[in-house]
């Protein structure tokens, strides 16, 4: 059972460089989630989808962007990379919405941005 | 708009004592879960304990439970029997908007002292 996956975990990358931050899971969950992870902030809210095709912003959502074609799959795109990027990013994802119900987190990714 | 506060960055407690971890919420929603993660030095967030809104008892999981205050907005996680491996950062959060999105406070980081 390898649940919620995340790769790279660790990732160095520069200034004006695209970042493609993947995520998997394997429970088939409705929903998931990317948040950043910064000193002082707790974790943010970045992008969600409630399913294959559906997603919307989240709290940060500025310099990111997401896709979900699969169920299984979330990938979190920086387009053009900066140094506020750098930050701990992670994916979750949850069965379904409603009182409970619980998000479960990936490992997540480290990325320092140059 | 909700939040999540925790004012305590950093707190010890000896081997075997009880811990308090405060955290005080906002919203004018009137159904919502409060949540409590652990994250280790490894890294990863790690489910703890649950709380709805109109839950009339207070949530236990072993040796966590949650001091649910509802007139004071507030949702302290108890430790009891404090163990060395409960050294980790915890957070509370709350969901929101139909019960599937997360806040996050900024965290309190525990350290058990043998």
């Known amino acids: 059972d390898a649940g919620i996956t995340q790769s790279p975990r660790y990732k160095i990358t520069e200034t004006g460089r695209q970042v493609t931050l993947m995520c998997h899971q394997t429970?088939?969950?409705?929903?998931m989630f990317w948040y950043r992870q910064d000193l002082g902030h707790g974790l943010r809210l970045i992008y969600y989808s409630a399913a294959a095709d559906i997603t919307d912003k989240g709290e940060v959502p500025d310099g990111y962007v997401v896709s979900r074609s699969k169920t299984e799959n979330f990938p979190l795109t920086l387009e053009s990379a900066t140094r506020s990027q750098t930050s701990v990013y992670f994916c979750?994802?949850?069965?379904?919405?409603?009182?409970?119900?619980?998000?479960?987190f990936g490992p997540g990714t480290r990325l320092l941005v140059l | 708009a909700q939040k999540i506060t925790q004012t305590q960055p950093g707190m010890f407690v000896q081997e075997k004592e009880a811990v308090t971890l405060d955290c005080t919420y906002d919203t004018s929603d009137p159904s919502y879960g409060l949540f409590w993660y652990k994250q280790p030095s490894s890294g990863e967030m790690i489910f703890l304990i649950y709380?709805?809104?109109?839950?009339?008892q207070n949530a236990t999981e072993g040796r966590y439970s949650l001091n649910f205050q509802k007139a004071r907005k507030s949702a302290n996680l108890v430790i009891s029997a404090s163990q060395l491996g409960d050294s980790a950062m915890y957070f509370c959060?709350?969901?929101?908007?139909?019960?599937?999105?997360?806040?996050f406070g900024s965290g309190t980081r525990l350290l058990v002292r043998p």
């Open positions: 709380q709805g809104s109109y839950d009339q």
């Open positions: 959060a709350m969901s929101y908007d139909s019960s599937y999105k997360l806040i």
């Open positions: 429970w088939s969950h409705s929903y």
């Open positions: 979750a994802s949850m069965w379904d919405r409603g009182a409970g119900e619980t998000q479960y």
